[in-house]
Every structure is written in C-alpha cells, then in structure tokens.
C-alpha cells in the first residue's frame, strides 16, 4: 500500500481546504494508494463528517500543533515537536509514508527535507521546480523557480540533470532536451554564469543539452522540455506568467493553454534532489489545489523519482 502524506493544517484555509481537497483526491488515486492526514484529529473528523465522508477511508496522526506562516521556520520546526509538518517529516524520515506534502510554511517544508530526509549524496543543493505550459501540448519543466536566488554554475548544471531525470520518470519525454534560459540563443551570450555553464552542460554526456532558450520560446514547446535558470530568474517567470493568466482571467479570455497556467490544476512543486518525495503546495491552496497537490505527489512516488536521481548521482 502506497502512503501519501498531507500536512492538514498546512494552508491558508486549512484545515477546511486540505481535506476537503483529500476527500476530492480520492476518487483520482489508485485503489492500493492511502491518504495520510496529519493535523488536528477533531477538526479532522468534524470536516469529515459534515462532507459525509467516513473517516476510516483516511488514515489520520493526531497533531497537536502548527508551524505557522509568521513562524522561524527552523526554531519552530524544533521547538514544535507535534506539529502537523514536524511530525509529517518524521513518518517520512522512518519510511511510514512514501511521501509528504503541505501547503503551509514552505521555510518548515525545506528545513524538513534538508535536515530530515537530507539531500541526496552528490547533490550541492536541492531545488525547487515547476511545470509551465507550451503550445506543444505538453508541459516544459523550469528550474529553478526561487529556492536559490545565487547559484554558481556547477549548481545550476545539477539542476539539468534533475530537471532531465524529473522530465522522463515523471513527464514520461524520451530524451528530453535541456536549455539554459538566457538573452540570446548564440552560446556567446548571457553572462558570466550562463556562459560558464554552457560550457559544463555542453560536457555532459548524461543530458541531451540543446543550448540556450530566449525568453520568447518559453512557452511554445519547441526548443526544450527542460529550462535552466537560477531562482531570481524562475520566481520572476513564473509570477509573470501568474500575472498574465490573472489579468486573461480577468478579462474574461480563456482556452487550454492559459487554463494550464492555473496554480490550481498543478497543486504545488517538487523539491528536487532529496531522499524522498516533498511537494510545497500554494499557500492559498483551495481544496480543488489541494487535490492536484496529492495527485502531484503520488505520481512522483510512483515514478520511483527519488530512487532514480538516487542513482543519477551515485558517481
């Protein structure tokens, strides 16, 4: 039986959304696939029952406490013991659940998966990705997206070969092509970083390395399904592109591609090169985010992801 666990007091609207959104993810998940809650057991069983939803379909670890947003994420993870998060992290670190997820403190999320499940042996620093749409049909993965805000080459050329395990395990992309993000196309641009991880990437023989992407064929799908960037550059993309679905929402346009933008629909991000399956969820996750948010972390369980960059990294 496969363990998805879920931080229920994680979120803006938590514990409301969360199990609602679990009591919505399960009619998605696999039969041989379990929801663990973590939280609040009375707030839990109370939501439960005003949804009509027997609690014995979920398996529920009683909490007693929460990291809150304003929190020190590290302090508190400490001096929280039974917080819903800390507790999460220790099911995982034991091997009790396949992977955990919450839309709460993302500094807790990543003091989880530092210091509890530790990054891979290899990996200088893990990262943080996400998917965006193409015009192609099918998604492009960027990374990073602000996890890292400075990354000096050798990093940044790590994340091309997660971002390439990432894209076949979990992506199901044959070969996929990786890109720098950069100002031109030609390999003589960019600046001191770019330039000097063109080099490396260009030396790789474990990665399809296409070279560089300019800005404008970000979303059309047809230079590269895995993009590059430090997190200054990522964040940046990414709440532009969160800005420009707002503002198309808004103005009442709307087709496929732009509903692919919706936060809601990808439910939160990886953090990527660490033992074990963490997704970050949308502080403001609704209960529809939050089960894409399962759904997200299942398919990276099943993809064996963990196992395979595992392996990707032992020399």
Known sequence: MLKIGI????GDFAPEATVKGAILALEKIDRNSRIVLFGDEAKI?????????????????ATTEVI???DH???????????SITVGFGYLAKGLIDGFAS??????MMVGSMYAVKPIEGVIRP?????????AGRPALLLDVGLNVDCKPEVLAQYGLIGSVYAEAVLGIEKPRIAILNIGEEETKGNAQTKALFELMKGDTRINFVGNIEGTHLFSGKIADVIVCD???GNSVLKMAEGLYRIN???????????????????????????????????????????????????????????????????
Request: net charge negative.
């Open 7 to 10: 931080d229920a007091m994680g």
């Open 45 to 61: 069983r109370e939501i439960l029952d005003r949804e009509h939803c027997p609690a014995d379909r979920f398996d529920i670890v």
């Open 68 to 70: 809150e947003m304003g």
């Open 73 to 83: 994420p590290a302090k508190a993870f400490q001096s929280k013991g039974n917080s």
């Open 103 to 108: 839309a709460g403190s993302t500094g807790a």
């Open 127 to 135: 990262t943080i990705s996400s998917l965006i749409p193409t015009i």
């Open 231 to 233: 997190g200054f550059v």
């Open 249 to 315: 929402k808004a103005m009442g346009m709307t087709n496929e591609f732009w509903e692919a933008m919706n936060y809601e629909h990808v439910g939160g991000t990886p953090v990527l090169g660490v033992n074990a399956p963490v997704i970050i969820g949308h502080g403001c996750s609704s209960d529809e985010a939050i089960k894409s948010m399962i759904l997200s972390t299942e398919k990276c369980i099943r993809a064996n992801l963990t196992a395979k960059l595992q392996e990707a990294f032992k020399n």
